[in-house]
């Protein structure tokens, strides 16, 4: 199939202005940087209307694509299972299960528990034994409400729960009784009396904690600031702590913790599972690295006034408490120690005592730890990025390895003072399966598989995966997992999917999307998802490899693996669709800036940080301060939007962003097209925009807007390459 007609030179109309910005630079002083497009950071009837003609270009465009609505329904037949990733216990009260899309009418995952105090079997399929806790389709009629944060007290009586609208990072969290599920029990009879009164508002990337006496909780919030409904242009500053009593209003709420002196500092509280610490970590950045002061409850009252215990007071590490046996902590570090490690610190005297308990491994990250039974830790180590799974002792002794021939990603689900836990294990073309151990039992019955996902549509049998390594330009070894449906032949004629990240620390593990799988099924493609640094899959050397002054070595990584994937013939030649989102989305944009001509087949940059001359201070430990000369040189010459090339032809371009994005905010992707359209009228592929309406960075979407965004920007690709639909026997 040829690919779909596209006529150059027909874009809507984007006004143009004379704004330039100064900035200064320590090669060459002060520089003036045009932004002509400045007046698309604003939040006017002005910016609307042309979001809404970009909308309407691209829509005409995708709707060409005569196999769209064919790929949309086969994405929404595929995705028709239900999903289980964990299953965790409320203390004294029911098990509570999350699962998510089993009904795909709803547009939000709900919460379900057991019935009684035991777990549901689900040896034999589906158990009768589980109920809807809490739903949040229920919330509103749209779907575009979503559950954020939530946390039980410890009586097991109340469920503390954050609230997001419309895809926005800002929650507000509400109250009710674990007696009083929400459901269409609650529905039905025209009235909740199981929310209590109490509303709090201006809550944003924060944690939630009851404390022990279950009288109320911990939150971080910001100042009150006027709502708004349409697009999101700025930041938050001056975050804050308080504490919310139960049946009180918040303007009674207590602070806790405030640095007016430190704007772009951010907080979270945890307390200890013996209720004897309440734990405050502070932030400056993205950058992991954090402070960590400890108040002892029984000597101090919840107030502004509480005596803190200043146990990490610089930012030379990342510093995580497991847990406490009285005075002695358990923490998880990475502070001389790239690849982590876990230490003890005994607080019982003046001054604190560090001791180191689990030595770091020098070929493996350790990727999480929990404290379970009292007595033993799971530990998960990420070794060239697949987790193994490991019990240890306290005393740090390792005692046994669990589920030696899984090869994927792994998460622990767990409680101190329990004697079993659950670990979530997934991978490329493995849907989801939850293993139990169980202390209790005797040695060889302890792990057992609690729930396997089934999926419908796809037989996750039918696909392989299997990991490479390259050589990056700087000849650094970079892993790549490549993944086929079995009848797709390496042959040099495939065409691709190659997904990317690269920053912040986040490791891109193995994953499993039905979307993706139906996309390679039904054009014989593969998938490709190299492990380019930025990331953790490493520890902390490999994300500062990908930082700041080594940012290029990112997009480095990126464009050599698509190199590779041609020179060795798992794909064709022009036949590489590279895909990102939010700093994956700068990812795409530097590298169809920065590849030879004819490098890529297509592009989709979903919420991508595309200006890095506007960036919030948080991330600056990743992309560095643009208002700071050193770094305003080696940012500048990497900003998608300052760097549009004019003497070749780019890919052709989807970019993705939604109008509630507070995170990376809409803007980035509307100069970046505005950009791209006025500099390359003329480029023979097209460079759109896709404006979601009533939609934030992701989390939260619904079920519904995310069916039909899978459908657009895969069948984007399918239309751009000219891919013709395979027919299955």
């Known amino acids: 199939m040829a690919p779909t007609p596209w006529t150059p030179n027909a874009y809507p109309p984007t006004r143009r202005t004379d704004h330039v910005d100064l900035y200064n630079s320590a090669l060459k002083g002060q520089i003036h940087i045009p932004d002509p497009y400045q007046w698309l950071e604003e939040d006017s009837d002005e910016t609307d209307k042309w979001t809404t003609s970009q909308e309407i270009f691209t829509r005409q465009y995708l709707d060409k694509n005569s196999d769209r609505q064919r790929l949309e329904d086969d994405i929404r037949s595929n995705m028709d299972y239900a999903k289980v990733p964990a299953a965790c216990s409320t203390n004294r009260v029911s098990l509570v299960l999350k699962l998510l899309g089993q009904d795909l009418t709803l547009a939000q995952p709900a919460l379900y528990r057991s019935k009684g105090k035991k777990l549901p079997d689900f040896t034999q399929g589906k158990s009768s034994d589980e109920e809807v806790f809490f739903d949040t389709n229920l919330l509103t009629t749209d779907g575009t409400a979503a559950l954020s944060i939530y946390d039980f007290s410890d009586c097991g009586k109340y469920f503390a729960y954050g609230v997001s609208y419309s895809g926005s990072d800002f929650s507000t969290i509400f109250v009710r009784s674990t007696d009083s599920p929400l459901s269409e029990a609650t529905k039905a009879s025209g009235k909740d009396d199981g929310r209590f009164p109490d509303v709090v508002e201006h809550v944003k990337f924060s944690s939630l904690k009851w404390s022990k006496d279950s009288k109320g909780f911990f939150y971080q919030r910001y100042p009150a600031k006027e709502a708004k409904d349409g697009i999101e242009t700025g930041g938050d500053v001056d975050a804050m702590i308080y504490y919310h009593t139960l049946g009180t209003s918040q303007s009674d709420d207590v602070l806790i913790h405030s640095d007016k002196s430190n704007p772009e500092w951010m907080w979270s509280v945890d307390i200890t599972d013996d209720g004897k610490y309440i734990l405050l970590y502070t932030v400056k950045d993205t950058s992991r690295k954090n402070l960590l002061w400890i108040a002892d409850l029984e000597q101090n009252e919840i107030g502004p006034n509480i005596k803190w215990n200043k146990i990490v007071d610089e930012y030379e590490g990342e510093y995580h408490i497991i847990a406490n046996e009285g005075t002695l902590l358990y923490v998880k570090t990475d502070a001389g120690a790239p690849q982590h490690k876990v230490i003890s610190i005994d607080v019982s005297g003046e001054k604190p005592v560090f001791a180191d308990l689990i030595p770091e491994v020098k070929d493996a990250n350790l990727a999480e730890i929990r404290f379970v039974n009292n007595d033993t830790f799971v530990v998960i180590y990420k070794r060239n990025v697949k987790d193994e799974i490991y019990l240890y002792s306290k005393s740090g002794s390792q005692l046994a390895r669990l589920a030696p021939d899984f090869v994927g990603a792994a998460a622990v689900a767990s409680r101190h003072n329990q004697p079993h836990f659950f670990v979530s294990m997934t991978g490329f073309n493995t849907p989801g399966t939850i293993a139990r151990y169980d202390f209790t039992a005797p040695k060889e019955q302890r792990w057992s598989i609690f729930r396997s996902t089934k999926v419908n549509g796809l037989n996750p049998d039918d696909f392989e995966s299997q990991q490479v390594w390259y050589e990056s330009k700087d000849g650094t070894k970079v892993p790549m997992f490549i993944v086929r449906h079995k009848s797709t032949p390496f042959d040099g004629t495939a065409p691709a999917i190659q997904y990317g990240y690269g920053g912040f620390s986040i490791s891109i593990n193995p994953f499993f999307s039905p979307t993706i799988l139906t996309f390679l099924q039904t054009y014989g493609a593969i998938l490709a998802v190299p492990n380019i640094r930025g990331g953790a899959e490493f520890g902390e050397d490999w994300h500062k490899a990908g930082t700041r002054e080594q940012k290029v070595n990112v997009f480095d990584d990126f464009i050599a693996a698509t190199e590779h994937l041609v020179q060795n013939k798992y794909v064709g030649a022009g036949k590489v669709a590279i895909n990102g989102g939010s700093n994956g989305g700068l990812l795409v944009g530097a590298c169809i800036n920065r590849a030879p001509e004819g490098t890529f087949g297509a592009a989709v940059a979903e919420v991508g940080v595309m200006d890095l001359l506007k960036v919030w201070k948080a991330w600056t430990s990743d992309y560095g301060d643009p208002d700071q000369p050193g770094d305003f040189d080696f940012i500048y010459p990497l900003s998608p939007v300052h760097n549009v090339p004019t003497d070749k032809i780019l890919p052709p371009t989807l970019l993705l962003t939604a109008d509630h994005d507070d995170r990376v905010v809409p803007m980035h992707s509307f100069k970046h097209a505005a ?53 299955r026997k």
């Open 675 to 727: 950009t791209l359209q006025h500099t390359l009228p003329h480029n023979p592929h097209p460079l759109l925009l896709r404006v979601d309406k009533k939609a934030g960075h992701g989390a939260g979407k619904s079920t519904e807007k995310r069916i039909k965004e899978a459908a657009d920007k895969w069948g984007f690709v399918a239309q751009s390459l000219g891919l013709a639909w395979k027919e």
